[in-house]
């Protein structure tokens, strides 16, 4: 899909009018009932314990389902799993699987592009949080193109078909029986309901605008995503946007073991006991590859900031080493490219047998790529250390 680059288009762009008045009205009631509801009924255990099952079910089945599943197939999941993060989306009222997963893929596709990316972060804060929702933007008007894998499946068809019906009768009928086990089916619709429908709405509206603004850009700053940790606690994993945005098929946003990422312990569970299968991984020497050469760029960048003001010794010394490991580090990444040749030539021509060995040798030799690779970062590190001036020397 390609929008025609026309200003007037966007400033004249009609309201949308039943988001609008969902996304606008939803918080407003939630800022009075859910204060009255307190002081009326006080806090009751059950409905908050209720609260806690929504947010997780909708919440996981927006990041695990409609975006990792869905929208950029990082993993495929039994159809029990499947249709439960569906049920669990569709609460969540975030529009069907297929207007949510055409603009995503979109999103990516088109990042930043102030006329084709749908909730661009060129057009500010406010655009890309909530406003490309409420107006009818030629930027949000889908093709669907871009599904064709979606759209064969019968079940997201019918959840396209009759999504209005689904959301309500799935928020009437799901979150009424959550209320007739609390004993508080008010106090449930409030909380689990309501203000839990708000909360997922605007922790995922996060990631389109906080994590297009605030964090750093480890792997790449071709585009405005950022890795943000604390986002990643509101959204369930998804704050590593700029980890996401490179290498956006990985099932993992939060790729290192350390990094919160609850929706890929959630697909690591899942794989671990059947119900989920196929979860694309990028290698690690790819990974660690595109840090180093973003530490390079940024060593340099230092250099050129500060490079014709100061004759200081330690900024020379700092030049030469970047520029020296900088030499070694292109040789390492052609032995990488030339050890990545070999291997398809290898899995091409070898007979399986004689494969299994070959395999355990080129694992080894990847595994020193990835050494090199990591001493060359440290080495940057330490650069920085001495032009610092904390160095020991
Ligand atoms: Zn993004
Ligand atoms: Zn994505």
């Excluded at 930027?139 to 019918?158: E, R, V």
Aim: hydrophobic content about 40%; aromatic content about 14%; overall charge neutral.
């Amino acid at each position: 899909m390609s929008v025609e680059r026309n200003p007037q288009a966007f400033e004249n762009a009609p309201i949308n009018w039943v988001p609008a008045i969902v996304l606008l009205s939803t918080p407003l009631l939630a800022i009075v009932l859910v204060p009255w509801y307190l002081w009326t009924h006080g806090i009751n255990p059950a409905v908050w314990v209720a609260f806690a099952f929504f947010m997780a079910w909708t919440g996981l089945s927006i990041t695990a389902g409609y975006h990792r599943l869905w929208a950029h197939k990082a993993y495929d999941a039994h159809p029990a799993i499947k249709y439960f993060l569906l049920v669990g989306a569709t609460l969540a009222v975030q529009s069907s699987a297929f207007d949510w997963c055409s603009g995503h893929r979109t999103h990516h596709r088109h990042v930043d592009d102030e006329y084709d990316d749908p909730y661009s972060s060129k057009r500010g804060f406010w655009f890309s949080h909530i406003d490309w929702m409420l107006h009818k933007y030629p930027s949000g008007q889908y093709d669907y193109k871009n599904i064709p894998d979606l759209k064969k499946d019968k079940i997201l068809q019918i959840q396209h078909k009759y999504y209005g019906l689904w959301v309500v009768l799935s928020n009437l009928i799901i979150v009424g029986l959550a209320g007739l086990m609390t004993g508080d089916i008010l106090g449930t619709f409030i909380i689990a309901g309501l203000l839990r429908m708000v909360l997922t709405h605007h922790f995922t509206f996060f990631i389109n605008s906080l994590c297009h603004m605030f964090g750093t850009r480890p792997y790449t700053d071709t585009n405005t995503a950022r890795d943000n940790p604390i986002l990643a606690i509101f959204t369930w994993g998804e704050g590593y946007h700029n980890y996401h945005h490179y290498f956006q098929y990985d099932y993992r946003n939060g790729v290192k073991w350390w990094q919160y990422d609850p929706t890929k312990w959630l697909i690591n569970i899942l794989h671990k006991v059947g119900l989920a299968k196929d979860l694309k991984r990028v290698d690690d020497v790819t990974i660690k590859h595109a840090e180093v050469v973003m530490q390079f760029k940024r060593a340099q960048e230092r250099i050129s900031q500060v490079g014709d003001l100061s004759l200081d010794d330690r900024l020379t010394i700092f030049k030469e080493h970047i520029s020296a490991e900088y030499d070694a580090f292109t040789q390492t990444v052609e032995e990488w490219h030339t050890l990545k040749a070999k291997s398809m030539e290898l899995k091409r021509t070898e007979f399986a047998n004689r494969l299994h060995e070959a395999d355990e040798k080129l694992k080894e030799q990847f595994a020193q790529i990835e050494a090199k690779i990591l001493s060359h970062s440290e080495r940057i590190q330490h650069a920085y250390l001495h032009l610092k001036g904390k160095s020991a020397q």
